[in-house]
């Protein structure tokens, strides 16, 4: 049987064969993923004269130039970053901060709907806030905060999935006699939160700081609903007016640059912080 | 704990009070919505031109004319083959690279440099992805420029004129988007398998291609179940890229419109009621199938 095995139709390939295609099929895929940022970067550096021409792979040297009339445009580019940036960093603060102390709730103290709670927030986790967007667009509008930043930033304290993972981090990280030795030394409750949990729970924090950030960054829907004034709009939206806009009569070295300008920010930050991003997917995974 | 309960208890209302945030806020901006949603959807309540009409309380009226009218049908058949297209090639990629990246034999070089590059699509802006898809296969675009040169094609190809080649390029763009995730989901199952396993299984003379087969997938099932329903899920609420590429009309013939781009248009134009019975349907659907994530997690927790 095992003779039988070792001379099998695949098993001719040794370590070095399987090496060798699991390289080539690596670097075909590296390919595909990197291919279109490629094209993009060399789109945005050339003059819509060029483009008109067709394909080059080398550079030109226009990308100043169609990022200046990117800016000075009839879309509110720049504004349009401000707002994303604004909206995605008061997101990510808040939703980091209020997950951690959902999370410490259930993970530090025993109370009687302790479980209810821990339930009904996985329960939750998965509805997705298509969903609910009538019913919150119409309390919205009820609420005077219809084409406000508001109703984009508050519900992110209100995070199932950030919970989830800050709490599976306490339960490695934040041992419970740790605590019980802070109320010893007197300190309140809420200090104790702030000044020896939040500490210890900044690896985790960092993690889920850039994912709130970068799906607050990237969301269009409910952006897209609840906006309406053209100052108040974030890039995602800025970019479907591009779309929408007649195509064919605009500068391509325009559209490109303005593309590249929503696109690139987020690529240069996550190659600086890419270890922890793909180090946290992995860390989320193990535990989900 | 539990020796020291007296204690314990007089520390105890802090659990609710530190869950105050949540609870607020989830009431609020989740909770109401989705019942004044499900309430919204027993009512007719539209504009048609100028005039306001309703909202007045119909039953399931709006219940009958969604799911009557046949479009919703076609939305959901549509949504559902552009997440198989992508789906299925993502779970074999995924499976494939995260047998190899946690296969010790290989020992793979630069795995940090692949996992941040097939990571990277996931982060970027799906509209700004999607944008850049439109104009790189534009009629007069660089890819119909390149396969032009390359001798490939003769004429353009009108990439956004044809139902499968839209299709295609939704898939293609979530596949791109997703599959770095679903790898590193499916290689960190794979990494906690039993190193044990596998060295009895290479004793006995199995071949890695058998030890991935007859161990590592068997192995892996909840995980996978896992991954594909919570991609489902996931799937049924695609939106951005289908809505930016064909600019919110699913073209050619509304063969690229999804379930969620439909509900955009009702809430765009105020329907309520029937964006409201569309909103309870998906609500319904993304229930049950939570549900079952529910039980796999729970499973999971057990052991």
Request: net charge positive; hydrophobic share 50%; proline share 4%.
């Amino acid at each position: 049987m095992s003779n039988d095995v070792v001379k099998g139709p695949d098993k001719g390939m040794g370590v070095h064969g399987r090496r060798a295609v699991s390289y080539i099929v690596l670097i075909l895929i590296s390919f595909l993923c990197l291919f279109w940022f490629y094209v993009l970067f060399i789109n945005a550096t050339r003059s819509h004269a060029e483009l008109t021409k067709g394909f080059t792979p080398v550079p030109s040297s226009f990308l100043i130039t169609n990022l200046k009339n990117v800016f000075t445009g009839t879309l509110p580019v720049v504004r349009g970053m401000l707002n994303s940036l604004l909206i995605a960093a008061c997101s990510a603060v808040l939703c980091t901060y209020f997950s951690t102390m959902t999370a410490y709730a259930i993970h530090a103290y025993d109370f009687k709907l302790k479980k209810f709670m821990s339930t009904f927030i996985l329960a939750v986790m998965m509805i997705p806030a298509q969903v609910t967007a009538l019913g919150f667009l119409q309390l919205i509008g009820k609420m005077g905060l219809d084409d406000s930043f508001i109703p984009l930033i508050v519900p992110s304290i209100a995070a199932p999935v950030t919970y989830f993972y800050m709490k599976q981090y306490m339960e490695s990280a934040l041992p419970l006699s740790l605590i019980e030795a802070a109320r010893i030394d007197g300190s309140g409750e809420f200090r104790t939160f702030n000044n020896i949990v939040l500490p210890l729970m900044k690896p985790a924090i960092a993690v889920q700081a850039i994912f709130t950030f970068v799906s607050s960054w990237n969301n269009y829907f409910t952006p897209a609903l609840v906006l309406h004034t053209d100052t108040k709009k974030t890039l995602p939206i800025l970019i479907a007016q591009l779309r929408s806009a007649d195509f064919l009569k605009f500068d391509m070295g325009q559209v490109y640059a303005m593309i590249a300008f929503s696109i690139f920010p987020v690529i240069v930050v996550y190659l600086l912080l890419s270890k922890y991003i793909v180090g946290g997917v992995a860390v989320g995974a193990v535990k989900g | 704990m539990n020796n020291s309960k007296g204690k314990v208890v007089r520390y105890n209302k802090w659990g609710y009070i530190f869950l105050i945030p949540f609870i607020v806020v989830y009431v609020v901006f989740q909770l109401i919505p989705l019942v004044s949603t499900i309430y919204n959807s027993f009512f007719e309540n539209y504009r048609s031109g100028l005039t306001q009409v309703g909202p007045n309380f119909v039953g399931l009226a709006n219940y009958a004319a969604l799911f009557s009218g046949g479009k919703i049908w076609i939305y959901l058949k549509n949504t559902m083959i552009m997440w198989i297209m992508g789906f299925i090639p993502q779970i074999v990629i995924s499976l494939l690279l995260g047998a190899w990246f946690s296969d010790p034999s290989l020992r793979l070089k630069g795995q940090r440099f692949f996992k941040t590059v097939i990571y990277l699509p996931n982060l970027i802006m799906a509209s700004a992805f999607a944008m850049l898809f439109f104009t790189l296969f534009a009629d007069t675009g660089p890819i119909n420029s390149i396969l032009m040169n390359l001798g490939i094609l003769s004429s353009p190809f009108k990439f956004m004129s044809n139902v499968w080649s839209v299709r295609s390029l939704v898939a293609f763009m979530n596949l791109l988007m997703w599959f770095g995730n679903t790898t590193i989901l499916l290689m960190a199952g794979m990494m906690g398998i039993d190193t044990s396993l596998f060295e009895a299984a290479q004793v006995d003379g199995a071949t890695s291609t058998q030890i991935f087969w007859r161990i590592t997938l068997p192995l892996l099932r909840p995980i996978l179940l896992y991954v594909m329903i919570t991609s489902l899920i996931g799937g049924l609420q695609m939106f951005d890229v289908p809505q930016i590429l064909t600019n919110g009309t699913g073209q050619p013939a509304e063969t690229s419109m999804t379930l969620i781009m439909f509900l955009n248009k009702h809430l765009f134009s105020k329907n309520f009621g029937m964006g409201g019975a569309l909103s309870v349907f998906l609500f319904i659907v993304t229930g049950i199938l939570s549900l079952i994530v529910f039980r796999i997690n729970s499973v999971g927790n057990k052991d």
